[in-house]
């Protein structure tokens, strides 16, 4: 497996010890580190701002004998890389007799380009202006007889192999016009920016926070390397910071205060950036300046493994604390959803099909906290519990203990004659085939709406994101409701939010039947037994729902390929499932959902509360004729 193919680019950044004012001696450290991320797969490597003779050099700055070192010490880096790209930070003087404090860019052996630094902070603990000019309006071309020919101007970009990067140097970022919105515009998938970031009480968080926010506003991969303790602690101490972050998402960060380095390496999943910055209509249609000139800098390298991690369920958060903020906004979307669709409708009464399974009974809690807004009782709460030929006595007292628990109004309608009597209507031969299964489906939901019309009342669909993604559900049935309050949360979050709700709303009573719901197998009940238990398991014929949600997020959220899902997958649940098993599944997964389209294409309304949906008016299109045998084929080529 080689995960460059799927837009994973290595890459590393590194806080070696600096000897300050000792430029040869810092050209080993660089370059030591340099080989070390590079032996481990890194296309691009970068180091602190002033790496090569240390940031904290003050007057020395303006001392020939220094600068003189570290151009040679420049040159003797650049000769030592290969294939992949280093980027070191060193001064530079132009033959104006202005100083930069310049990023520069080496490969093959020599220097390619060098960015000089925009913003020069100039205030409290710093005196950069004292020593720098603003490279801002840099546009120089260079030609030394050590280094070569290169730019120097703040304004280019660097290509790994297709992969695009730019450089900005420290108070670039922290400036109210950061040239990395340019870079991002100007197409740099990867920032990366050499700094020398004095540690303060609680400046680790802003700065962490400042990374994160700056990836997420421009798309982007953003990487990130502070000076370390090593450098003059006369009045401020440095950390040796290293931070590596994606579209607002953390991917890694070194320890700080380490007096013998430190090294960070990270994936960049490109791939998914691009997809990212083409559906982001804002990104799209931002203006964009003249375009930059771009260098190859390098060759993306083969991953044979990848740095990253995924977890198995990324819709429900892992950490406990965060979960338990993002269980009460999704039950507070959907109850406020509700609330405001019965006022609009002028009605005190949400209808619920309750058959005591999971996403009835989440649908059921949320019309609870609905009514609650509303100041209306649960009494108002018509529930109604159909069994048919497969209800079995479990889910049927499941759902009535639910009702009386919470305080709800319920009725029993027993659709067995009914169904009996449509089925010799039109002549079917009593199978339980698809026909005898829809048929329960659809006298159900033709109930709900006519009780809803007898009492003013508004039908709250139950339905979840997982099922209409593969279409388990009768189409103009269960798939049918005035307003479905589950249809953007997928089935491995139903039971989180089930339990949640158990665990920190409900009480003692409610909690007994809510873990006794959570101890039911999933089932659809439409295909009796003999013995009265459950006849049918959904995730026995459908598949893991686990492995679907897995599929869904990725497909949907990240634009993956078949493919690369598929790799995923293998990494995400290697452990638990053989890779035949999750390609089977997987070809189940792309079958069934380019099959079901027709049914999202004429969903009820429902709230979105999470970046994946399926609404056919706000985030997935699709027409319903769309061919699944090219994804089908691309999965078959992998066996």
């Known amino acids: ?13 590194a806080a070696p010890p600096v000897r300050v004012a000792d430029p ?3 050209a080993e450290a660089l370059l030591d580190v340099y080989r070390e991320l590079a032996a481990g797969g890194a296309s691009l490597v970068i180091t602190p701002e002033l790496g090569v003779t240390g940031y904290s050099c003050e007057d020395l700055f303006g001392a020939e004998d220094l600068l003189a070192a570290s151009q040679a010490a420049l040159a003797r880096i650049a000769v030592e890389t290969g294939d992949v790209a280093l980027v070191v930070g060193a001064p530079w003087r132009l033959p104006d007799g202005r100083l930069l404090n310049a990023g520069f860019v080496c490969a093959g052996g020599r220097v ?6 925009s913003a020069l902070p100039n205030h409290e603990e710093y005196y950069e202006k004292r020593w720098f000019a603003s490279g801002e309006e840099v546009a120089v071309a260079v030609d030394d007889e050590r280094l070569g020919r290169f730019a120097m101007n703040p304004r280019q970009l660097f290509d790994i192999g297709g992969t695009r990067f730019a450089v900005e140097v420290c108070e670039d970022l922290w400036s109210p016009l950061p040239p990395s919105v340019g870079h991002a515009l100007a197409g740099a998938d990867i920032v990366v920016n050499l700094s020398a970031s004095n540690e303060l009480v609680a400046k680790a968080d802003y700065r962490r926070d400042l990374v994160r926010m700056q990836s997420a506003r421009l798309v982007c991969g953003y990487l990130y390397a ?10 401020v101490v440095y950390g ?16 700080r205060f380490l007096l013998d380095g430190c090294t960070l390496a990270v994936d960049f999943d490109c791939q998914r950036l691009r997809r990212e910055r083409g559906r982001n209509s804002t990104f799209a249609g931002s203006r964009r300046g003249d375009a930059y000139p771009v260098t190859a800098s390098g060759t993306r390298r083969r991953l044979e493994d990848t740095l990253r991690r995924y977890p198995k369920h990324p819709f429900v958060p892992d950490d406990e604390h965060e979960f338990d903020a993002r269980a009460k906004d999704v039950l507070a979307i959907q109850a406020t959803g509700l609330a405001r669709r019965l006022r609009a409708a002028g009605s005190t009464h949400p209808v619920i099909g309750l058959s005591g399974g999971l996403d009835s009974t989440l649908a059921f809690l949320v019309c609870l906290d609905a009514l609650s807004l509303n100041d209306l009782s649960a009494d108002s709460l018509l529930a109604i519990t159909m069994p048919g030929p497969g209800t079995t006595a479990h889910t049927n ?6 009702a009386k628990a919470a305080g709800a109004a319920i009725r029993e309608i027993s659709i067995e004659e009914a169904v009996r009597s449509h089925l010799d209507d039109i002549g079917h031969d009593g199978a339980y085939d698809v026909t005898f299964e829809n048929v329960q489906a659809r006298e159900r939901t033709q109930i709900l709406f006519d009780i809803a019309n007898q009492t003013h009342g508004v039908v709250v669909g139950t339905g979840d994101l997982s099922e209409l993604a593969l279409g388990w559900c009768t189409f103009n049935a269960d798939h049918m409701a005035h307003y479905n309050v589950n249809a953007s949360v997928p089935k491995t979050m139903v039971a989180y939010l089930v339990r949640w709700y158990g665990r920190h709303r409900a009480g003692a009573e409610l909690a007994a039947v809510l873990e006794r719901v959570l101890d039911t197998p999933i089932t659809p009940e439409l295909v009796p037994s003999d013995s009265g238990a459950v006849a049918q398991e959904t995730e026995a014929i459908i598949g893991p729902y686990e492995l679907h949600d897995f599929f869904l997020y990725h497909y949907i959220r990240s634009g993956a390929a078949p493919a690369k899902i598929y790799a995923l997958a293998t990494l995400a649940f290697g452990k638990d499932y053989s890779g035949e098993d999750i390609m089977r599944w997987l070809k189940v997964f792309f079958r069934r959902f380019f099959e079901a389209q027709f049914k999202r294409t004429t969903l009820p309304a429902g709230p979105k509360v999470g970046t994946v949906a399926l609404s056919p008016r706000g985030d997935w299109r699709m027409p319903d004729e769309a061919d699944a045998n090219a994804a089908l084929k691309s999965l078959e080529q992998l066996q």
């Not at 497996?1 to 950044?13: L, P």
């Not at 390619?112 to 630094?117: S, T």
Request: proline residues 4%; hydrophobic residues 40%; contains cysteine.
């Open 1 to 13: 497996m080689d995960y460059s193919q799927f837009g994973f680019v290595r890459v590393g950044a």
């Open 24 to 26: 040869a001696a810092n």
């Open 112 to 117: 390619v380009g060098a960015v000089p630094k």
């Open 226 to 235: 502070s000076s370390g303790p090593c450098e003059s602690t006369k009045d």
């Open 240 to 255: 040796g910071h290293l931070l590596a972050a994606e579209n607002g998402w953390m991917l890694g960060e070194s320890e």
């Open 397 to 402: 007292a499941s759902a009535k203990r639910l």
